[in-house]
């Protein structure tokens, strides 16, 4: 049954994540080298069961499309030399989309939260980040520079490193100067619902719940290259498999049949690939 799924399947700490991460950098580059003028929007959905699993693996994806997006930055400089080698001209990104508890759904509440961290005093700041920081983020992935401010000696040191371009639309960046995403202005990655559905992200980090919005939010097309000459997803990540004996396997399987309709709209049947340590 190769043809529909791979399953990668070894011990824990063996290098699952490290192996699906590394193939989703050949797919995005892949793309973007052969399907030059359809390259954009979202190449490959990564799905998990828990929000606490997507956070943290968050992380590590998101180090690695900082990377790719490097590697695009100089192919660009370069393609005047080598033009067949340009990685094109859209931001290679990543996008957290895991729901309203944890993450902005709107621009307008990003800023109504953001403003709440800059107000922050010593006295208050450790419960206004509890309270009002829904970015996730917490270190730039490049460098590792902190994004939130801290308390020390009594005053807070640090720099948030969230900000609203114009006022209107939610952007990460690095505060450190040094930093090659400080000089170039901001962080491939967005956690905003409503800024994900304007430019999807090369990589989607989603849970499995938020696919089940697909029947009442139509903006969520856009993941799947509807209303515009994009590819669809090429590649579909399932870790943690062994859940399909659960929910998995059950309530969200409900949602395979239109996910998989949606990818293959255009012709392109995606790639699916799952991980687990744990299945028989």
């Known amino acids: 049954d190769r043809n529909i799924v791979d399953l990668i399947w070894f011990p824990t700490g063996g290098g699952k994540t490290e192996a699906y991460l590394g193939l989703t950098a050949f797919t ?3 793309r973007r080298l052969v399907h030059k003028d359809c390259s954009a929007g979202t190449t490959v959905i990564m799905r998990y069961t828990l929000r606490l699993l997507a956070a943290q693996q968050f992380t590590r994806a998101a180090t690695l ?3 790719c997006e ?4 100089d192919s ?4 005047s030399k080598y033009k067949a080698y340009s990685l094109g001209d859209e931001e290679i990104s990543i996008g957290l989309w895991i729901g309203g508890e944890h993450t902005p759904n709107r621009n307008k509440q990003a800023k109504e939260h953001l403003d709440q961290l800059i107000k922050s005093t010593v006295d208050n700041i450790n419960e206004n980040k509890d309270k009002h920081n829904k970015f996730q983020v917490l270190k730039c992935p490049w460098c590792g520079t902190k994004l939130v401010k801290d308390k020390h000696d009594g005053h807070l040191i640090g720099q948030f490193g969230y900000r609203m371009k114009n006022n209107s639309h939610f952007e990460l960046f690095c ?4 930093c090659y995403y400080n000089q170039i202005g901001k962080l491939p990655i967005q956690i905003v619902d409503e800024e994900l559905y304007r430019m999807p992200p090369t990589l989607l980090f989603g849970t499995v719940d938020k696919f089940a919005m697909m029947a009442w939010d139509g903006r969520i097309g856009s993941f799947f290259g509807a209303n515009s000459n994009n590819r669809t997803p090429e590649l579909i990540i399932q870790d943690e ?3 399909i004996s659960g929910a998995l396997g059950t309530m969200v399987g409900l949602y395979e049949s239109a996910i998989d309709g949606l990818c293959s709209m255009k012709g392109i049947k995606p790639k699916i690939i799952a991980s687990t340590a744990t299945i028989r």
């Open 65 to 67: 499309i900082c990377a």
């Open 28 to 30: 995005i580059f892949y």
């Open 241 to 243: 498999l062994h859940l």
């Open 76 to 79: 660009l400089q370069k393609s």
């Open 70 to 73: 490097f590697i695009r930055r």
């Open 175 to 178: 505060p450190q100067e040094s």
